[in-house]
């Protein structure tokens, strides 16, 4: 009744001091006055310090939220200076309005706080921003390197390199141009050259012209090519050296400056006259010797075979390989074992001068015999270094010998064993002698037809004809060749062709007879008279194969006059033999104009060209079955094409033997302009990268704030809320005085929002520290039964309130596991809650079972509303919820079921969920029965 009376009061004038309520107690009073000073002066150097964050750094997100969070403290902190200002003097309706106005800045910046939230927790972590910040040291530690790399690489060169800008001002010069012209550390002007350059023509005296200055020429468009000019050093030398310029173009066409490469060739001018001068010398002896002579090095199989003995043998001096296998390939394969053994017994000392005859190949596919002569030359250790002799044809000489042994030889076997038949006859025709073949071919012995003479067995028709021959005979050449019909021992007869030669006894020089060797050629005149009919159809089918052809011909021009490729032959030295129209279009030059010069004229960086020549000649001497170059070409227009060659080896399908190459060539200036695009964008990725670094240092700047915002939001709501809700509770209980029934709705409104308040606080906090990896889970031992009939009795008043049955039904044999009881109690409570939430009628049953040795499942099932289909792929994710909208019936932050999902997959487990509309929903977690510590 003392509340109720001095309650009455405060609506009128009748009021008293706060410190009556503490009876003056000098403590008590002391006690509330210094900690509410205190907490005032703190509050007010908050706000201060969130005033002077907004200033200083007006860049932040979400800035204005610091004001708002700077009023709500500031006022806190007046409530509590007021509280000071109450106890000696009772202004209690100025004390309502401060608190009126905290109460307005503290839900206008709770409500903003959990609006902003998604996008504040979005910010990325301090971990991810520092790998970040790792990789960008990563990428810029590269990039330094290659810049490092690239310029030590020009300083490297031994080629001179002058550059200058768009205004002629020379802004790039290497250390070798440097040290040439003695140039200063310092930028040029066009006015300034000739105070640098001492340019002059090849002969060393004649000073170059301005106009002729190959880096003039290229700053005025010009590009210049393998120009040869003289230098003078500061020494006074004058060197002789190759230049190549060009002007540097933007991709626009804009000019910015010119180029130009110089390289010393003074060495390789010296060089090349030397050679000359050893060639012609050497050229000399080796055309004063009628012999061949080899060089071969022995250790790197090098071996030089002069050309005179190539020429003799058929072949260029380039197209036999110097080498010792170049010339071991012509050696004839019968004799080559031969060879290499009387080599190795001259390196073993068992003869004091290699020598050998062997045939070796000529172009044409036929052997001359060599007599090869040699001698070496050892290192101290007695190991042969070189070998070094003369190679001397004698074919003539061992024709001569073979003939001689076979003369005699071959008159005795092919007379004996000769399938032809040969005979000796008179200039009348009376055989002499007639070899056995006759038994075979006519089928009488030789005896028979001896003293005999040729007519008797002629087929009348031919005998006549034969006949007015014979009266000739002195006016036919030394040989000469009939076919006739011999008539056979069985009266059939035979067709030979018979070759005569006249020849005389050795006996008698005045003597003349005939040799003759006749062959049966019956089967080939039957194949005649076949062939006769063969070629009237072969000439038919050849017509037609002709218009075919015709036909295939005008297709094949019509394919090579669209397609866009370049389609083209060569020969073996590299000469157009062959260009489809396609090369008209790419690079201006006809195709007339171009056939039978070398293809390789049409690369324009040296480099290339003998790049290219390598690669060719590797095809050539199929080392390579295809190979493939991009390359620049000067148009017929004077500027330049990018294109991509594709050769093989053109192969003769029976001989296997190569004529020359074919293959395409594609234009892709395109393409590399593109790239030259890409390489544009990359710079300009790397300044976004740049600004991205300081983006960073934004973001963890921003992180840092974003982690001050949360502590303070946990403090500063959580302390209000708490006595809010102590406060409504006090009212709830009516113990100073009684409250009308609007009034306890009122409060007991004030009350469960608070709750729902502070309920969204901590899921947000909680799922702050679980996305921040703030929570690790603390494995112990304990009774699982017992654990969940602890927790669900802890939630039964909540079912009871709205009168669900709340069931627990455990299939556990071994109910001990080891995991985090708190994490599971939290999964649990969030689940359970979550059934009792959404179900109006019914009831929910908490299951567990153990699976095997190793897992378990906790199963929540309930009879509530049901999830769609559509909805349970993203019931798990953080802050939705089945009914997103504004005037849903169940209020949350649409955290809990994400927080238990990480809370589930902490322990080692996982959470699934089944479920349909209106009939309810099954949560199954399924978890070791020992997790594995952290």
């Known amino acids: 009744m003392l509340f109720h009376a001095n309650i009455i009061p405060l609506t009128g004038t009748a009021l008293i001091p706060h410190g009556t309520c503490y009876l003056w107690k000098p403590s008590l009073v002391g006690l509330h006055s210094v900690s509410n000073g205190a907490i005032a002066l703190a509050y007010a150097a908050i706000s201060l310090t969130l005033i002077q964050v907004f200033r200083k750094r007006p860049d932040l997100p979400f800035n204005w939220l610091l004001i708002l969070f700077a009023s709500f403290i500031l006022f806190c902190g007046i409530s509590h200076a007021i509280d000071i200002w109450t106890l000696w003097h009772p202004d209690y309706w100025f004390a309502g309005g401060i608190l009126a106005l905290t109460a307005w800045f503290s839900l206008g910046t709770a409500t903003a706080a959990i609006a902003l939230f998604p996008q504040v927790i979005a910010f990325p972590s301090p971990q991810q921003m520092a790998e970040k910040n790792r990789q960008l040291q990563k990428v810029n530690g590269e990039l330094q390197k290659e810049r490092q790399f690239l310029q030590a690489l020009l300083e490297s060169l031994s080629d001179g390199i002058v550059a200058c800008d768009a205004e002629g001002v020379l802004t790039l010069f290497n250390q070798a141009t440097q040290t040439w012209h003695g140039l200063p550390q310092k930028t040029i002007t066009a006015e300034?050259?000739?105070?640098?350059?001492?340019?002059?023509?090849?002969?060393?005296?004649?000073?170059?012209?301005?106009?002729?200055?190959?880096?003039?020429?290229?700053?005025?468009?010009?590009?210049?090519?393998?120009?040869?000019?003289?230098?003078?050093?500061?020494?006074?030398?004058?060197r002789i050296v190759l230049a190549n310029g060009t002007p540097i173009l933007l991709p626009t066409g804009e000019k910015i400056g010119a180029v130009v490469a110089i390289r010393d060739i003074t060495e390789r001018k010296k060089a090349e006259a030397a050679l000359k001068e050893s060639e012609e010398r050497w050229q000399l002896v080796l055309e004063g010797t009628g012999d061949g002579i080899f060089d071969w090095n022995i250790i790197t199989g090098e071996a030089f075979i002069s050309p005179q003995f190539k020429a003799n043998l058929g072949y260029r001096d380039e197209e036999m390989e110097n080498t010792y296998e170049g010339g071991e390939s012509c050696v004839h394969p019968d004799d080559l074992e031969g060879v290499l053994k009387r080599i190795q017994d001259h390196f073993a000392n068992q003869l004091p001068q290699y020598t050998a005859e062997y045939r070796m190949r000529c172009k044409d596919g036929t052997y001359k015999w060599i007599l090869a002569k040699g001698i070496d030359r050892r290192d101290e250790a007695g190991n042969p270094l070189r070998m070094v002799g003369s190679l001397q044809d004698i074919t003539r000489r061992k024709y001569t010998e073979t003939a001689l042994k076979e003369s005699l030889e071959r008159d005795r076997v092919i007379a004996e064993n000769s399938s032809?038949?040969?005979?000796?006859?008179?200039?009348?025709?009376?055989?002499?002698?007639?070899?056995?073949?006759?038994?075979?071919?006519?089928?009488?012995?030789?005896?028979?037809?001896?003293?005999?003479?040729?007519?008797?067995?002629?087929?009348?028709?031919?005998?006549?004809?034969?006949?007015?021959?014979?009266?000739?005979?002195?006016?036919?050449?030394?040989?000469?060749?009939?076919?006739?019909?011999?008539?056979?021992?069985?009266?059939?007869?035979?067709?030979?062709?018979?070759?005569?030669?006249?020849?005389?006894?050795?006996?008698?020089?005045?003597?003349?007879?005939?040799?003759?060797?006749?062959?049966?050629?019956?089967?080939?005149?039957?194949?005649?008279?076949?062939?006769?009919?063969?070629?009237?159809?072969?000439?038919?089918?050849?017509?037609?194969?002709?218009?075919?052809?015709?036909?295939?011909?005008?297709?094949?021009?019509?394919?090579?006059?669209?397609?866009?490729?370049?389609?083209?032959?060569?020969?073996?030295?590299?000469?157009?033999?062959?260009?489809?129209?396609?090369?008209?279009?790419?690079?201006?030059?006809?195709?007339?104009?171009?056939?039978?010069?070398?293809?390789?004229?049409?690369?324009?960086?040296?480099?290339?060209?003998?790049?290219i020549h390598t690669l060719f000649q590797d095809l050539i001497l199929e080392k390579r079955p295809a190979w493939r170059y991009e390359f620049r070409s000067p148009t017929k227009h004077g500027n330049f094409r990018w294109l991509e060659i594709y050769m093989r080896l053109n192969l003769d399908g029976e001989s296997k033997s190569h004529f020359g190459a074919y293959g395409t060539i594609n234009d892709i200036t395109e393409r590399k302009q593109a790239e030259a695009i890409l390489k544009a964008r990359a710079d300009e990725l790397?300044?976004?990268?740049?600004?991205?670094?300081?983006?960073?240092?934004?973001?963890?700047?921003?992180?840092?704030?974003?982690?001050?915002?949360?502590?303070?939001?946990?403090?500063?709501?959580?302390?209000?809320?708490?006595?809010?809700?102590?406060?409504?509770?006090?009212?709830?209980?009516?113990?100073?005085?009684?409250?009308?029934?609007?009034?306890?709705?009122?409060?007991?409104?004030?009350?469960?929002?608070?709750?729902?308040?502070?309920?969204?606080?901590?899921?947000?906090?909680?799922?702050?520290?679980?996305?921040?990896?703030?929570?690790?889970?603390?494995?112990?031992?304990?009774?699982?039964?017992?654990?969940?009939?602890?927790?669900?009795?802890?939630?039964?008043?909540?079912?009871?309130?709205?009168?669900?049955?709340?069931?627990?039904?455990?299939?556990?044999?071994?109910?001990?596991?080891?995991?985090?009881?708190?994490?599971?109690?939290?999964?649990?409570?969030?689940?359970?809650?979550?059934?009792?939430?959404?179900?109006?009628?019914?009831?929910?049953?908490?299951?567990?079972?153990?699976?095997?040795?190793?897992?378990?499942?906790?199963?929540?099932?309930?009879?509530?509303?049901?999830?769609?289909t559509q909805d349970l792929g993203t019931i798990f994710q953080a802050f939705r919820q089945v009914d997103q909208t504004l005037t849903r019936q169940h209020s949350g932050t649409g955290?809990?079921?994400?927080?238990?999902?990480?809370?589930?997959?902490?322990?080692?487990?996982?959470?699934?969920?089944?479920?349909?509309?209106?009939?309810?929903?099954?949560?199954?977690?399924?978890?070791?029965?020992?997790?594995?510590?952290?």
């Not at 009488?444 to 067995?457: A, D, K």
């Not at 009266?491 to 007879?513: A, C, F, M, P, V």
Request: aromatic share 8%; hydrophobic share 35%; with cysteine.
């Open 192 to 238: 300034e050259w000739s105070q640098y350059y001492n340019l002059y023509r090849t002969d060393g005296k004649t000073p170059l012209p301005k106009e002729e200055i190959p880096l003039f020429r290229a700053f005025q468009g010009e590009i210049v090519r393998d120009e040869q000019i003289a230098i003078v050093t500061k020494e006074g030398e004058a």
């Open 420 to 611: 032809d038949l040969i005979a000796t006859q008179t200039l009348d025709g009376i055989y002499l002698y007639i070899s056995p073949a006759c038994r075979s071919l006519l089928g009488y012995e030789p005896e028979q037809m001896v003293g005999r003479s040729l007519f008797e067995f002629l087929h009348p028709e031919d005998a006549t004809a034969l006949q007015k021959t014979q009266t000739l005979i002195h006016q036919l050449p030394e040989r000469y060749t009939h076919s006739y019909r011999m008539r056979r021992h069985d009266g059939s007869y035979t067709w030979l062709e018979t070759t005569h030669k006249i020849s005389r006894y050795s006996t008698d020089e005045n003597q003349q007879l005939i040799v003759s060797i006749s062959r049966d050629i019956t089967a080939r005149k039957q194949a005649e008279v076949a062939i006769v009919t063969l070629n009237q159809e072969l000439e038919q089918e050849l017509d037609d194969r002709k218009s075919r052809f015709k036909n295939i011909n005008r297709l094949y021009r019509s394919v090579l006059n669209n397609v866009r490729e370049v389609i083209f032959q060569t020969d073996k030295t590299g000469r157009w033999t062959f260009l489809s129209p396609a090369w008209e279009s790419i690079t201006g030059f006809g195709i007339e104009e171009s056939l039978n010069k070398p293809f390789i004229d049409c690369v324009y960086s040296e480099k290339d060209q003998q790049r």
């Open 686 to 868: 790397a300044k976004q990268q740049r600004q991205i670094e300081l983006q960073n240092l934004q973001l963890q700047e921003a992180s840092r704030l974003k982690s001050q915002f949360l502590a303070t939001m946990s403090h500063e709501l959580r302390t209000p809320m708490n006595a809010i809700m102590g406060f409504s509770q006090m009212l709830q209980t009516q113990q100073y005085g009684e409250l009308t029934q609007r009034q306890q709705d009122m409060v007991s409104r004030i009350f469960n929002n608070s709750q729902n308040l502070l309920m969204m606080l901590n899921e947000v906090l909680d799922f702050s520290k679980l996305e921040a990896g703030g929570i690790e889970p603390k494995p112990e031992s304990f009774d699982l039964g017992k654990f969940l009939h602890l927790t669900v009795e802890e939630l039964r008043s909540l079912a009871d309130n709205k009168q669900l049955s709340l069931r627990v039904n455990l299939d556990l044999p071994h109910p001990i596991i080891t995991s985090d009881q708190n994490c599971l109690r939290r999964v649990l409570v969030n689940l359970v809650s979550n059934a009792i939430k959404f179900t109006n009628t019914g009831g929910i049953k908490v299951s567990a079972k153990e699976m095997d040795n190793e897992q378990i499942v906790i199963s929540v099932e309930d009879t509530g509303i049901g999830i769609d």
């Open 895 to 934: 955290l809990g079921l994400a927080i238990t999902k990480s809370l589930v997959e902490m322990i080692d487990g996982t959470i699934h969920v089944e479920s349909q509309v209106g009939e309810g929903s099954v949560f199954r977690v399924r978890l070791p029965k020992s997790a594995t510590p952290p």
